[in-house]
């Protein structure tokens, strides 16, 4: 038989650690309290309150987690944190007098809030049953102080508005009791005096009113479309009897025409053909027309058309022609009269050198005064045969075309207009010029600019002048 003497001591240091361990878990057990969701544990004795707690008691306050509680030092007792509910009847009198019975609930709960909690602890551990009177006697009072400031007709329309007025005025006192208050509602509003059903009668009158003209509308309204399914009904027998006379009609016409069916035709057929040959009468007449076009029309346009042409490229060389004989009558007889002065003053020169004596002198001078008068009169008679031609051509130029005989004579005297534009200057010693080059360019820009501002005037004098001359040349030709 083995020997298990030596195994005694360890098997005893086991057994005892054991019952140590049980022996705590056990003590453990007995002691750690956890609370519920919906509660709080309000632990009194040997303990330190929270801040919340430490103004009138020293007490801890547990939610939603265990504590160590030592059995005859402290003391633990749960707090119910779930709803409640207190029914309101209360009678109350109006701004105007009148009893109405309010009817409502109210639903609460001591807060989440450990000052809430510590405040509901403080009235209501132990004593929970009292928080229905408590919160009836709130707002029984405040809700009669709240009614007396309105009308019955505020009340029945503003049923929220008065339960959140209720609500405010008992928060602080509710606060105080460590309640919170989740729902206010009022359920009903009872009137022993009568004034709410006197305050519907009139309503309820109209609407009687309206719901009987509604009905008496509707009969009407009825009637008429009864009215109406007559007419209509006798409008289709009366349409269904005029259609059948028609189809008879018809039935009748479709026999005459049956019969008359012959003539028709013949009466069509020969229709047809004259509508046949007024389109080839018409068709004959449009082929003379085009033919007219063609043949006579279209070439006496043509004709007409190259005269007319003709006509103007005939008047335009006429004038090109008249200003280039104007212009080299002019400047031939200027030659001339050049020509014949220096003859003549060749000549008194030869005569001067070989005479010799004062008889001689004074003959050659007569000679040379003599020569140089004829040279001066056939210079003149040519300039005056060259101008008349001149003035002529111009004449004829000017019927033609006036505007382009004034722009041949500015042209021509240009020269002169802008020696008398800048006449001014001619009697200037030194001048000082400004800007340089500049200077010079507006200078001479302003003076051709001043000329530039009589062509205008002087082309207008031009053509009137012109247009003088030419009655008085009518009458001297």
């Avoid at 309204?221 to 399914?229: C, H, I, Q, T, V």
């Avoid at 046949?276 to 007409?304: F, G, H, M, N, Y």
């Avoid at 190259?306 to 009558?329: F, Q, W, Y």
């Avoid at 000329?451 to 012109?466: F, I, T």
Wanted: net charge neutral.
């Amino acid at each position: 038989m083995p020997d298990f003497a030596p195994f005694f001591p360890l098997i005893s240091i086991i057994l005892g650690v054991l019952f140590a361990i049980a022996f705590i878990w056990l003590a453990t057990k007995l002691m750690w309290k956890v609370a519920e969701p919906n509660e709080a544990l309000i632990i009194s004795g040997l303990t330190r309150g929270t801040l919340e707690t430490r103004e009138g008691m020293d007490f801890k306050i547990v939610t939603g987690k265990g504590a160590l509680v030592l059995p005859g030092l402290q003391t633990v007792r749960p707090l119910s944190l779930t709803l409640n509910e207190t029914e309101l009847k209360v009678s109350c009198v109006t701004s105007q007098g009148i009893q109405v019975i309010v009817e409502g609930v109210v639903i609460y709960k001591i807060g989440d809030a450990p000052p809430f909690i510590a405040n509901a602890a403080r009235r209501f551990l132990g004593q929970q049953p009292k928080m229905e009177s408590q919160v009836y006697n709130v707002f029984e009072g405040h809700l009669r102080s709240i009614i007396g400031s309105m009308t019955v007709e505020e009340i029945i329309r503003e049923r929220d508005k008065l339960a959140s007025q209720v609500r405010s005025a008992s928060g602080v006192e509710m606060e105080k009791l460590g309640l919170v208050v989740d729902s206010l509602q009022i359920k009903d509003l009872q009137d022993p005096t009568g004034y709410i059903q006197n305050i519907a009668k009139p309503h309820i009158a109209q609407v009687k009113m309206e719901a009987r003209i509604a009905e008496a509308t509707r009969n009407r309204e009825a009637a008429e479309k009864e009215a109406e399914a007559a007419a209509l009904i006798a409008d289709a027998q009366s349409a269904s009897a005029i259609r059948q006379s028609v189809a008879q009609a018809n039935a009748e016409r479709a026999r005459a025409n049956a019969s008359q069916a012959g003539p028709l035709a013949e009466a069509t057929a020969r229709q047809q053909v004259v509508v046949q040959e007024t389109e080839v009468a018409k068709l004959e007449a449009d082929r003379e027309e085009q033919k007219l076009q063609t043949i006579v029309r279209k070439p006496a346009d043509a004709k007409a058309y190259a005269t007319r042409t003709e006509a103007e490229g005939k008047k335009a060389a006429d004038i090109s022609a008249a200003e280039a004989l104007a212009r080299r009558t002019e400047l031939e007889a200027q030659a001339n009269a050049r020509r014949t002065e220096l003859l003549a003053q060749a000549n008194a020169t030869a005569a001067a050198a070989t005479a010799g004596a004062t008889k001689v002198t004074g003959e050659a001078e007569a000679s040379a005064t003599r020569a140089k008068g004829d040279a001066a009169a056939s210079a003149i008679k040519a300039k005056a045969l060259a101008e008349a031609d001149g003035i002529k051509a111009r004449a004829e130029a000017l019927g033609t075309n006036q505007d382009a005989v004034i722009s041949q004579q500015l042209a021509e005297n240009m020269p002169a207009i802008i020696a008398a534009a800048a006449e001014p200057f001619s009697h200037v010693g030194n001048m000082t010029v400004l800007n340089g080059g500049e200077g010079v360019n507006q200078m001479l820009g302003g003076i051709l600019a001043q000329a530039g501002d009589y062509l205008p005037a002087l082309a207008s004098a031009l053509r009137k002048g012109e247009d003088a001359k030419r009655p008085a040349r009518a009458q001297g030709s």
